[in-house]
């Protein structure tokens, strides 16, 4: 859990990078860029052309490697009105959404795992916390690998890695500004500035901020966000190069929680502009970082080339909510009923002041990798070793989850007193990891490459729980190695199959609490993934296709675990997910259509827990279909008509499967418009979402031990104007 927010009501306008804007924009009116400055928008699906660092196979594209792989580009986000990375679950059929919400940061499911947002995070491929809003308006796209990724980070959970990737300066002048408007009154603006000058222009510049006041329809969400963002490079020769940036971010926004079941009942799907966090006392989420990094690049002999990547994110968060959490029904009498994990049949739930005030995260990391192209006979080896080390330090204050009043999801409760006092204390944690990593791209001819690749990683944490009087510390080290082996054949240009198996690592402790017996004992979970995939590209048509099996063990705890030494944690089976993914992007003349689904067979398998061995996990639907379709009218040159569909089978809300959400659609409109005014290029959109204002459960974690349910947004209109030079 974790929450946060001081409300500040200025105005847009009178915020420095609102300033920023308004004098980027003027700067926009003295030069002129050609046409080569816009960013090219990139294909879904990731399959042709597009390279991915995530990957961990350099700068092969995506097309020629033995993986699962989506990147998402700027110009595609912007049409369709993406702000935040949960909008992109909208895009691809193996992502989908994880307790995502209004002023809270962002969880993603992949392939039916939710990802880890302390583990299974990159940015410019060096580790990041991601329990943080991460800003999208200096990110020139987003990456994200599917399946596991044990080859390419240490420890993190199976099902994807997601890599932001930097905007860095361009090799001619960009002058960019936008404003958007959406309902319910929402504003936003941003900058996007490169220059290059000096002597035979070795010196770059890029420069984004923006700034939005948050006034989504879900009521009592009013909040702000910032971005400024500075990045640089530095060409000292043909041969080596400098990069540098540092970008600050910051979020306020009141969060708001989910729904849950009515006693034994999934309800009927409530207003989605209900907010249950609509007490007077309630106060924002503040989320803010700032990262900042520095790469060198020089060319070796041949074609190979060391690079020295060093980054640092610091995080400062202040969570607090009015927090839906249970129930107490007074019938019947005379002991009633306490619903631990949902809330009454009645509608009405125990509401908790949760306030955890000036959250410390912090993540260092220093990769150096050496890489280059060998020739031994006849065959080719593309090879890559690194090493890379890495440190966290996590640090939190005391806590405050007390008992506040009893609420009803008509969210008709507004006055229940506060109860701020801190009654509770958090767990401050540090993390060092050296890994080593090895790489090698066997080519034997111009069909047929062997893919081998093996990270071996060192781990040490330690817990301090931040109480003098009851410290709790926990203290251990692991090392193990993950490898990943694949092999491709192209039958036909442009046409490839493969095979690839490798393994992922988590690593968890139990708590050293003192109901366990076992307290302070160290897994070593390890997920394990088969794969056979196909993918094909003509110049039309794009497609991709992949069977997988992933299998990840699961813990549990055993025992009454009500007193001490009653409770063991102990491996307890394992969660199996079997899927197909398919997609495909076709281009007819005025029309551009892309398509993808997943068909997901998930269970738990060999619990000790018969309420739950053989079951479906919550919050995964087994089917999801996402379609996307461009026309480009000749009638109106530069207009462009754009929808979509998104399509998803139902979700268990229940761990024993005795409740679901059912399946639901949602049809998204919009259309773009680019013309020219003067020198300058304007790019019209306009969007719907949600046209027929569906109202449905989007989905249903299972999360802190409590059910949650969470509707569709609203019907919502959105505009905006973008202005290149």
Not at 619 to 647: E, M, S, W, Y
Request: charged share 25%; aromatic share 8%.
């Amino acid at each position: 859990m974790a929450r946060l927010h001081r409300h500040h009501r200025h105005c847009i306008s009178r915020t420095p990078i609102a300033l920023a804007i308004a004098l980027g924009f003027s700067a926009a009116h003295a030069q002129t860029a050609s046409s080569e400055t816009q960013l090219a928008p990139v294909v879904v699906q990731g399959r042709a052309t597009p390279v991915a660092s995530v990957s961990g196979w350099g700068d092969i594209p995506l097309a020629l490697t033995p993986i699962q792989a989506t990147v998402f580009g700027i110009e595609q986000a912007r049409d369709r009105g993406a702000q935040r990375l949960s909008d992109l679950t909208s895009f691809d059929a193996a992502i989908s959404d994880a307790y995502n919400t209004e002023g809270y940061w962002d969880y993603l499911t992949v392939r039916g795992f939710v990802i880890d947002n302390r583990f299974n995070y990159r940015r410019d491929g060096l580790p990041i916390n991601a329990e943080t809003s991460i800003a999208l308006d200096n990110k020139a796209q987003v990456e994200v690998l599917k399946g596991t990724s044990g080859m390419q980070a240490g420890t993190s959970a199976p099902g994807g890695l997601v890599n932001f990737v930097v905007k860095r300066p361009t090799d001619v002048p960009l002058r960019s500004a936008s404003l958007e408007w959406r309902e319910s009154a929402t504003v936003s603006g941003a900058v996007d500035l490169s220059q290059r000058f000096g002597a035979g222009e070795a010196f770059g510049v890029r420069v984004n901020a923006a700034a939005a006041r948050l006034d989504p329809k879900v009521r009592a969400a009013k909040g702000e966000r910032q971005l400024f963002a500075l990045a640089g490079d530095w060409r000292l020769s043909p041969d080596t190069r400098i990069e540098a940036e540092i970008e600050h971010s910051r979020r306020s926004q009141p969060s708001v929680p989910g729904f849950s079941l009515l006693g034994d009942t999934v309800p009927a799907p409530a207003d989605p502009r209900i907010n249950l966090n609509n007490q007077a006392w309630a106060q924002p989420v503040v989320l803010e970082g700032t990262t900042a990094s520095v790469r060198w690049q020089h060319k070796l002999a041949g074609s190979w080339k060391f690079v020295a990547h060093a980054a640092t994110q610091r995080l400062t968060s202040d969570d607090r909510i009015a927090f839906p959490f249970g129930c107490f029904d007074p019938e019947p009498a005379p002991d009633g009923t306490y619903y631990a994990d949902r809330y009454c049949p009645n509608g009405n739930f125990d509401l908790y002041d949760f306030r955890s005030d000036n959250e410390r995260r912090r993540t260092d990391a220093l990769d150096l990798t050496v890489s280059g192209t060998l020739r031994t006979g006849g065959v080719e080896h593309l090879l890559s070793a690194g090493v890379l080390h890495s440190r966290v330090t996590n640090r939190f204050g005391l806590q405050t989850f007390a008992f506040s009043g009893t609420g009803n999801v008509d969210g008709s409760v507004t006055d229940l007193p506060a109860n701020p006092a801190p009654n509770d204390f958090n767990t401050d944690r540090d993390e060092r990891s050296t890994e080593l990593s090895l790489r090698d791209a066997i080519r034997f001819d111009e069909r047929n490459t062997l893919w081998l690749g093996v990270r071996h990683t060192r781990l040490q944490r330690e817990s301090l729980r931040n109480d003098p009087a009851d410290p709790r510390p926990t203290d251990y080290s692991q090392s193990f190695t993950t490898p990943f082996a694949a092999a491709s054949h192209a039958w036909a240009p442009g046409q490839l199959v493969y095979a690839s198996w490798g393994r992922g690592v988590e690593s968890d402790v139990t708590p050293n609490r003192s109901r366990y017996s076992n307290a302070g004992a160290a897994f070593t979970q390890t997920s394990r993934q088969l794969e056979i995939g196909a993918r094909g590209s003509a110049d039309l048509l794009e497609w991709n296709a992949a069977l997988f099996d992933i299998r990840r063990p699961r813990l549990g705890d055993f025992g009454p675990c009500d007193v001490d030494d009653s409770c063991v944690r102990r491996p307890d089976g394992e969660q199996r997910h079997r899927g197909l993914e398919t997609g495909l992007a076709l281009r007819l003349d005025a029309w551009t259509l892309r398509a993808g689904a997943q068909w997901l067979r998930a269970r738990v398998a060999g619990s000790a827990d018969p309420a739950i061995d053989g079951k479906e996990p919550t919050n995964v639907p087994a089917r999801t279909l996402k379609l996307q379709a461009d026309h480009r009218l000749a009638a109106l040159p530069g207009l462009t008509l754009q929808g979509a569909l998104v399509a998803e089978s139902r979700r268990q809300a229940l761990p024993d499967n005795s409740a679901q959400i059912g399946g639901w659609s949602r049809v998204d409109v919009a259309a773009r418009y680019d013309t020219r005014w003067g020198g300058t290029a304007l790019t019209w959109r306009a969007g719907i979402d949600n046209l027929a204002d569906r109202r449905a459960w989007r989905e249903s974690p299972y999360q802190f031990g409590h059910a949650y349910l969470f509707p569709l947004a609203p019907r919502t209109l959105r505009v905006s104007v973008q202005a290149d030079l």
